[in-house]
């Protein structure tokens, strides 16, 4: 996981757990980043993961604690995986009927095995990078899944 620009995560306890890794980038700063922007920083968490599976998470987003294990043991068969977000005012994406990806209904909440499709990258600018590298991910493959539980709680 790619932190921008801070040493020290205000709203988001790190897991200690030896299977995560974290890189701070002291080159971005975490503030001032326009639309497209995030995903050159995320750009460069993957050029360096040297890791099977590459996963997000936002400064002010937490994973819960299930997530390593559930990816290992449940979902480890499929190339990425879509885990459901809540929001603060409980909204969850994708929605609960949803069992296919759509612009607005996804985020950053999903992981992929780069052992299996390679690097990925972000598009710069794309005003919704986050469907367009999902998007990226399916063109790949076909064996992806959007899981039932919702493992990421988006704080804004």
């Known amino acids: 996981m790619i932190f921008d620009g801070i040493k020290q995560l205000p709203y988001t306890t790190l897991p200690q757990d030896d299977r995560i890794s974290y ?14 922007e995030s995903g050159m920083v995320r750009n460069i968490g993957i050029k360096a993961a040297t890791t099977e599976w590459i996963g997000f998470l936002d400064d002010d987003d937490t994973i819960a604690p299930f997530y390593v294990h559930a990816l290992l043991t449940k979902y480890h068969v499929h190339d990425f995986v879509v885990w459901r977000m809540i929001y603060t005012n409980r909204v969850v994406l ?7 990806l759509a612009f607005g209904n996804v985020g950053i909440s999903f992981c992929y095995n780069q052992y299996r499709l390679g690097k990925v990258y972000f598009k710069h600018n794309s005003g919704g990078e986050d469907f367009d590298f999902l998007k990226d991910l399916k063109n790949r493959t076909s064996n992806w899944k959007i899981t039932h539980e919702i493992a990421y709680r988006v704080r804004h």
Do not use: M, Q, V
């Open 23 to 36: 890189l701070f980038s002291e080159k971005i700063g975490r503030f001032g980043l326009t639309n497209g």
């Open 94 to 100: 994708p929605p609960f009927h949803a069992n296919e």
